[in-house]
């Protein structure tokens, strides 16, 4: 008889009696309370057979000891991310496991249930509050990380653009249906011209999809190994593939001297299995070290690569760049240079050695802060007009241009009238996050900065973004 996994929470926790807030102020800069807060990253690939029992298990749970964050329920496991005191979520963590490794003695899974929990600092840069969750949004996905969402028929896609609008949406409204409209124009014109070529290879991702499923996740190599194999790997036949997204990548990516990196230039997750397939940089290379931010999502890619290259032995960075950067307080040994990107309140994670490996869009000075100094939570990070995706202007060049959500540009009267009183805003040029609509993989070597990212043009504003530099504005 399967036993609801409500029923598992302690009778008090059940009930709702919890003990009183901690009336710390949240707002205080003191390093001490700082580090009594943390963030806890986690997944969990296992077999789940009542996803709304769990959801509610989730949910309880997280209430009852004042944890905020997002957790993907779906199944074939969990991933959540989520804010709170240390001990909280070390309760957390603790009854998840329990709970999963009930449900494992029935699956015989039971000895190989790890939640490769990260549990990560504050910055100490901002005060607490603004880096916490502000609410818990726990819901039933289609699956732990949506790899292959853009191929699957439609309707049945995770819903998760939802949840990724920020505060700023109501403005702009007029703005997205504009772009919605002329994504829809585009997508029925690429329809239209789906080359011979790309219809093979989409028609092809459904078989990778399920021989991949019949694979095992590839080999993780610990902090030590990683350093280790990559340090001494023949650059020739060897690449590193950094599959997280482009604006990940700007802030922060490994770099080695011996060995070429693929940035797949994606903004989201879901590209990756059209841009690796048949991808003329893959083919004969037999060892491809993999890494993203925490494992999760190398978990999928590396069984899909596998499935795409059975020939190329594919590593992955165990417990993704946060763990290496945990395990990395040493210069020399740290191969991982800038900061790492994260999917919290936090934008980046506190522990980096300094360096700088993010520029300017428009300058090229040396720059990592989507933020501009402010709390990520305050929403005034620099981001595209057409597609939103952030981007990097430094403080100098960022008063002299308009990004999405902030007031509009009036129209410029040609008859002079009215055009002095109106001048100081209305000549501020839109900014764009110059990446192409469609993602383009690019072998770099991080030598020449910034240009080793993929550079054209966001859209069809081309020609208006180009009339402003010509203009000198
Ligand atoms: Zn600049
Ligand atoms: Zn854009």
């Known amino acids: 008889m399967k036993q609801s996994v409500v029923a598992c929470l302690p009778n008090e926790m059940r009930t709702g009696k919890v003990a009183a807030e901690d009336t710390v102020d949240l707002m205080t800069m003191d390093p001490g309370q700082h580090r009594s807060w943390r963030v806890a990253l986690y997944y969990c690939y296992i077999d789940l057979s009542n996803v709304p029992d769990h959801v509610e298990f989730h949910r309880h749970l997280c209430k009852n000891l004042s944890l905020k964050g997002r957790i993907r329920v779906s199944s074939d496991g969990l991933n959540g991310v989520l804010t709170g005191q240390l001990v909280d979520l070390k309760q957390y963590e603790d009854k998840v496991l329990k709970q999963l490794l009930e449900l494992g003695t029935h699956q015989s899974q039971s000895n190989m249930i790890d939640l490769n929990t990260k549990y990560c600092f504050l910055r100490e840069d901002l005060p607490i509050l603004p880096q916490l969750f502000d609410k818990l949004i726990c819901k039933e996905t289609s699956s732990v990380i949506c790899l292959f969402d853009n191929y699957q028929p439609a309707g049945t896609a995770a819903s998760s653009t939802k949840e990724n609008r920020n505060r700023r949406s109501k403005q702009n409204n007029r703005r997205v249906r504009r772009k919605k409209q002329r994504q829809e124009e585009k997508k029925h014109q690429s329809d239209k011209d789906i080359s011979e070529e790309r219809a093979t290879l989409v028609a092809e991702l459904p078989r990778i999809q399920n021989a991949m499923m019949t694979l095992s996740p590839s080999q993780h190599l610990t902090t030590e190994e990683w350093n280790d194999k990559l340090q001494n790997a023949d ?67 590396s069984m899909m690569m596998q499935a795409m290259y059975p020939q190329t032995k594919v590593y992955q960075l165990k417990g993704g760049i946060q763990t290496y950067l945990q395990e990395s307080n040493n210069k020399q040994m740290c191969l991982f240079k800038g900061k790492n990107f994260v999917f919290d309140p936090r934008r980046t994670d506190p522990v980096h050695l300094g360096e700088t490996v993010g520029r300017c869009l428009i300058c090229e000075a040396p720059h990592d802060d989507y933020d501009n100094g402010h709390a990520p939570s305050e929403n005034k990070e620099a981001r595209c007009n057409t597609c939103r995706m952030l981007v990097l202007i430094c403080n100098q060049c960022r008063p002299g241009y308009l990004c999405w959500g902030e007031s509009e540009r009036e129209d410029t009267k040609s008859d002079g009238a009215g055009l002095e009183g109106n001048r100081s805003k209305e000549t501020r040029p839109w900014l764009y996050c110059a990446i192409d609509s469609l993602p383009k993989p690019a072998i770099t070597s991080f030598a020449n900065g910034p240009r080793d990212f993929e550079l054209s043009l966001c859209v069809e504003e081309t020609t208006m973004i180009m009339i402003y530099f010509f203009c000198g504005l």
């Open 235 to 301: 650059g020739e036949n060897a690449l590193l593939l950094d599959v997280r997204n482009v604006y990940e990548s700007r802030v922060g990516h490994f770099s080695v001297s011996n060995v070429p990196t693929l940035l797949t230039n994606t903004r989201k997750y879901s590209d990756l299995p059209e841009l690796l397939a048949e991808n003329p940089n893959m083919k004969d290379k037999e060892e491809v070290f993999m890494y993203c931010t925490g494992g999760v999502r190398c978990e999928r890619v």
